[in-house]
């Protein structure tokens, strides 16, 4: 499938990287509905965008926001062809801290953004993509989700977040094989330590510890490379089921 004819929805898509991602996209010649909870944020960012980007305000964990949403995007575009899950939370919380065991109440908001969030978009969009005209390949469309390398080397702290990642990476093969009968490819991508602005609030200090931990290379990555792998993925049909690592080979360590 060609970037320059997507008709894309990006959940999380006003900053980090979803919106890089939804740069690619217009720069390619695509259009875009960016789905986000931050109202201001989101219109700002599709006026960035220009013509061709869209905002419709989405709470990923609402089953009924993201059908809704998917609605009027689809409307909106004629259509959608691909669809990347970038919403997300990274709230950490060790489940014996000094306060006491951590509240099951934080634990499951976690699972319900990252994980609920990623599959609502997934089940809602393929929804829409199975009434699409397939290609030469008989594709009709590409989902993107977003895990993390803590879904793999989950650091102490991240009990919620790892076991939210670890559900998008588990459940990546059961879609791919059940929405290939539709000619609909899932991927999944996890990126190591990116530059995005939950990075950016924290301190240069910080930063540059952690990007010395990257093996090469030796820094952060960019939300850019995040894009360029999306765009890959949907102009190549025979990458399907798979997780994809963007981390310049780190191994995170307990702490």
């Excluded at 929805?9 to 979803?18: E, K, N, P, Y």
């Excluded at 944020?41 to 220009?50: T, W, Y």
């Excluded at 059908?67 to 004629?78: F, I, P, V, Y």
């Excluded at 780190?250 to 702490?255: C, E, H, T, V």
Aim: charged residues 20%; negative net charge; contains cysteine.
């Amino acid at each position: 499938m060609e970037l320059a004819t997507a008709k894309a929805v990006i959940s999380g898509g006003a900053s980090g990287l979803g919106f890089a991602t939804a740069q690619r996209v217009v720069a390619a010649g695509g259009q875009v509905v960016l789905l986000d909870i931050n109202d201001d944020l989101g219109r700002e960012s599709a006026d960035k965008l220009g013509d061709r980007a869209h905002f419709v305000p989405t709470d990923v964990a609402s089953e009924a926001s993201v059908r809704a949403s998917l609605a009027e995007a689809h409307e909106t575009m004629g259509g959608i062809t691909l669809a990347v899950s970038c919403a997300g939370v990274a709230t950490a919380g060790r489940a014996l801290g000094r306060n006491g065991p951590w509240p099951t109440e934080d634990f499951e908001r976690v699972l319900r953004i990252n994980l609920v969030g990623t599959f609502n978009v997934c089940k809602e969009t393929a929804a829409h993509m199975v009434n699409n005209e397939p290609n030469a390949d008989g594709e009709r469309g590409v989902i993107v989700n977003t895990a993390s390398i803590a879904a793999f080397e989950g650091q102490i702290g991240q009990a919620a977040y790892s076991a939210s990642k670890g559900g998008v990476v588990g459940m990546l093969l059961p879609l791919a094989r059940e929405f290939a009968q539709f000619g609909i490819r899932v991927n999944t991508i996890a990126p190591g330590v990116f530059l995005t602005p939950m990075m950016a609030s924290m301190s240069e200090k910080v930063r540059e510890s952690l990007a010395k931990h990257v093996p090469f290379p030796q820094r952060l990555g960019h939300p850019e490379e995040y894009a360029a792998t999306v765009a890959y993925i949907y102009e190549t049909a025979m990458v399907n089921g798979e997780t994809i690592r963007v981390d310049g080979a780190i191994r995170m360590q307990p702490k």
